[in-house]
Nanobody, 118 residues
């Protein structure tokens, strides 16, 4: 059974920072593209950032320059460093594993809540 386990969510003031982490198995980490998605109340789920197994990255327009995705090969984890947070970043953040192009996401974590107060 594939597991993706997120941690690091919480409450932060506008302008602050949070770091999310997602742990998974060695096989998933080695062969899949890993990404962070988010879903705010009443909105569709959107891609925040992804990183391939060759360390190529891509970001959603709304987070470029503020968020950084990275992989830790020694721990089989993927992190999302979120800086200069805004109230509109408030959402449930999901870790996911997908195909090389990030077009099909096969596995999902349970999500972690991020709340940014104004």
């Amino acid at each position: 059974q594939v597991q993706l386990v997120e941690s690091g969510g919480g409450l932060v003031q506008s302008g602050g920072s949070l770091r999310l982490s997602c742990a998974t198995s060695r096989n998933i980490f080695a062969f899949y593209t890993l990404g962070w998605h988010r879903q705010a109340p009443g909105k569709e789920r959107e891609l925040v950032a992804l990183i391939t197994n060759k360390d190529n990255t891509n970001y959603g327009d709304s987070v470029k320059g503020r968020f950084t995705i990275s992989r830790d090969n020694s721990k089989n984890t993927v992190a999302l460093q979120m800086d200069s947070l805004k109230p509109e970043d408030t959402a449930v953040y999901y870790c996911a594993a997908g195909n090389s192009w990030g077009t099909i996401w096969a596995y999902w974590g349970q999500g972690t809540q991020v709340t940014v107060s104004s």
